[in-house]
């Protein structure tokens, strides 16, 4: 699909903002509306991080689903309602899914948390009460079949994402990127984020124990999971988009 960046983010992300409180409930609501069970991962005076789950009819396939550690990165807590409100799971798989875990991001539209921490570095000695918490959460859940992480980037040309499959497993990434492309531009760019990609597909070959600054990805493929997709919507793009970015990259790979 061809569409042309909007251009307005310069050196940050200044698009659309959300109201994450209104989103949330209406999170919530929709859950409990088919059948999710709701528990806070973690809770201030001032917000509540969620965490939903529901278990599937003969279930074989366990899925996690995470977004909004990222505090200005809307599409991800708004795909992650989307997907509540269409309710179409196939029924086999058992789901975890985290709506928000930096609602006091997108509070101040911020990346990071009230305190400046970048959450998504914080996984390897976390010392941030809100990734203690999430960890200490994602200790008591089973190992995943498959994680996903959304996300968005404000400077990319396209929807991309990074691929950990380190069992060399049947790839996802392939049939996400041909499904978004229906739906939104990819970054063909073949470098993303210092990293070589290939038609929006990007394999990083680092050992996470060489990195210092682990995000959440690493602890999942590290600890839960053998085969994660971290999903990038493009930020400098319409915010419906960005959401059917997401929304169809999430869809394609429960379906499979
Ligand atoms: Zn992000």
Known sequence: MHM?????????????TIDIRAVLRDVEAAAQMSGWTSETIYETSNFKIPALRREGLGASRKIYISTGIHGDEPAGPLAALKLLQENDWPTNLDLWLCPCLNPVGFQLNSRANAKGFDLNRSYLNPVVEETLAHIAWLEQQPDFDLCMTLHEDWESHGFYLYEQNPDARPSLAEKMIRAVERVCPIDLSELIEGRPAQNGIVRPSIDPRSRPDWPEAF????????QSYTLEAPSDFPIQTRVNALVTAVNTAINF
């Open 4 to 16: 042309q960046r909007l251009g307005k983010n310069l050196g940050s992300y200044l698009g659309e």
């Open 219 to 226: 602890y999942l493929i590290t600890h839960k999971t053998r």
